[in-house]
């Protein structure tokens, strides 16, 4: 099983700042099948990114991925009010699906 | 628009079993699977397998082997899955969530998740 693991645990930035958060898998990403999701309290995951580095539909291009391999990478590059959430990364290349612990995006 | 509907809260006793449903429209079921996962107090997110809405194929997380079985009834275009021999730990949100099986391969949909509370 790949473990995903999120860094940093806490996120605690102003609105307009830049966000960069960290996934880093145990194994390699295979085909870099390796997505990215917001969670807000109450309410379900939303995919904001797949492949590593396609944003899903009606994504704001503030979002964007990259990585390949064992390591990647979430920016946002400018906070918006409702980007403060959760974080999640999740890889798919092979089973057990696994999701990393998150990343809280607090407001400073 | 797509949409995921799941059933209501559950409140079981330790050793019970529960099924939740998950019915789908807006596209097309045979097309996608459903996959399900779950979040505990305050945990991450926790995938336990998937139905393939084509056909009856599943796989689960070994974690869940032998306690869980997912199915799908095509004529309502609806998903369950039912967790067996339930334990304290078990108490979570249960989601269920399509994956884009032409294109991202992601869960591109979600239900608005399950409340299972396991408590004697």
């Known amino acids: 099983e790949i473990v995903l693991t999120q860094s940093p645990g806490t996120l605690s930035l102003s609105p307009g700042e830049r966000a960069t958060l960290s996934c880093r898998a145990s194994?390699?990403?295979?085909?870099?099948?390796l997505g990215w999701y917001q969670q807000k309290p109450g309410q379900a995951p939303r995919l904001l990114i797949y492949?590593?580095?396609s944003r899903a539909t009606g994504i704001p291009d503030r979002f964007s991925g990259s990585g390949s391999g064992t390591d990647f990478t979430l920016t946002i590059s400018r906070l918006e009010p409702e980007d403060f959430a959760v974080y999640y990364c999740?890889?798919?290349?092979?089973?057990?699906?696994?999701f990393g612990q998150g990343t809280k995006v607090e407001i400073k | 628009q797509v949409q995921l509907v799941q059933s209501g809260a559950e409140v079981k006793k330790p050793g019970a079993s529960v099924k939740v449903s998950c019915k789908t429209s807006?596209?097309?079921?045979?097309?996608?699977?459903v996959h399900w996962v779950r979040q505990a107090p305050g945990q991450r997110l926790e995938w336990m397998g998937w139905?393939?809405?084509?056909?009856?194929?599943?796989d689960y997380s070994r974690k869940f082997q032998g306690r869980v079985t997912m199915t799908r009834d095509a004529s309502a275009s609806t998903v369950y899955m039912e967790l067996s021999s339930l334990r304290s730990e078990d108490t979570a949100v249960y989601f269920c969530?399509?994956?884009?099986?032409?294109?991202?391969?992601?869960?591109?949909?979600w239900g608005q998740g399950t409340l299972v509370t396991v408590s004697s």
């Open positions: 807006g596209y097309t079921f045979t097309n996608h699977a």
């Open positions: 139905v393939n809405g084509g056909n009856d194929g599943t």
């Open positions: 999740q890889q798919y290349g092979s089973s057990p699906r696994t």
């Open positions: 194994q390699s990403v295979s085909r870099s099948y």
């Open positions: 969530s399509r994956v884009d099986s032409s294109g991202s391969y992601s869960h591109d949909y």
């Open positions: 492949g590593a580095s």
